[in-house]
């Protein structure tokens, strides 16, 4: 056994939970990008369009989208929740986090990933040299469930529409599905997210559009209510084959 790789990783997962401050070359995402801290979101528009969208047009679109989310009554959701969470993020994303559905502080605020889950998705963004706001982050389901059970089929059916059309506008390159729920209804499979992570899947956008790598790993509530050495590591794990995926660096880290 290597121990010195073994210990080199096992202090590269603590960091990465730990709130470590980030140093070394740092994660640049493409030049020609530009950060929009607009929290975007409704028509569907065809793929030529979007690949000629402009950021501006983009986040109008995704704008149109929440203000749909925000009147839609489709499934028996919509008129238990307190607010809707269309999802928030740049109209420019090279990577979108989907997780299954907001919770009582999302349902609050009206915003994805806000809660103690959310504060652990932003600490792996930022282990990631990344910003929230240089990503997108959304749900399958855009409004609660009650007392957060798992997403009925019935409620994924009526709103998985919202979340397809964001990923056509936004057109990531990568796709990470937090949780079962999500790489499953995102992948059409019933396969445990066990053997889902880790591994690239190829999520399809529309006819004629060249797949999305899509990576599986485990949401962050899961991982806080099983917040093992090994889980943690295995999400940094697949964390670090998106950053090499998209040609990022992987951040040093430093408890400094
Ligand atoms: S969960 Fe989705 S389909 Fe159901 S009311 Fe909310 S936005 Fe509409």
């Not at 907001?102 to 998705?121: K, S």
């Not at 009650?146 to 936004?170: F, G, T, V």
């Amino acid at each position: 056994m290597d121990i010195d790789k073994v210990v080199r990783q096992h202090l590269e997962m603590e960091q990465f939970f730990s709130g470590f401050a980030l140093k070394g070359k740092g994660i640049s995402p493409e030049p020609q990008r530009q950060e929009n801290n607009h929290v975007p979101t409704v028509r569907c528009p065809a793929e030529s369009e979007v690949e000629g969208m402009a950021d501006a047009e983009k986040a109008a679109e995704l704008e149109r989208i929440a203000e749909e989310v925000h009147q839609c009554r489709k499934c028996p959701l919509g008129s238990l929740r307190t607010n809707s969470v269309p999802g928030e993020g740049s109209p420019n994303a090279r990577i979108m986090f989907v997780g299954e559905g907001p919770g009582a502080d999302e349902d609050a605020q009206g915003r994805p990933f806000v809660g103690r889950a959310g504060q652990l998705l932003d600490k792996v963004i930022k282990a990631c040299g990344l910003k929230r706001s240089e990503v997108f982050i959304g749900n399958i389901l855009k409004c609660r469930p009650p007392e957060n059970r798992d997403p009925r089929a019935d409620e994924i059916i009526n709103c998985l529409s919202y979340l397809q059309r964001q990923i056509e506008i936004i057109n990531p390159e990568i796709i990470v599905a937090l949780g079962a729920h999500a790489a499953r209804t995102l992948l059409n499979t019933t396969k445990p997210i066990g053997q889902l992570r880790g591994q690239f899947h190829e999520y399809y956008s529309g006819i004629g559009r060249p797949p999305i790598k899509l990576m599986a790993t485990y949401h962050t509530a899961y991982l806080l209510r099983n917040y093992s050495q090994e889980n943690r590591r295995r999400v940094w794990e697949d964390m670090k084959k998106v950053l090499t995926e998209l040609g990022l660096s992987i951040p040093e880290h430093s408890t400094g």
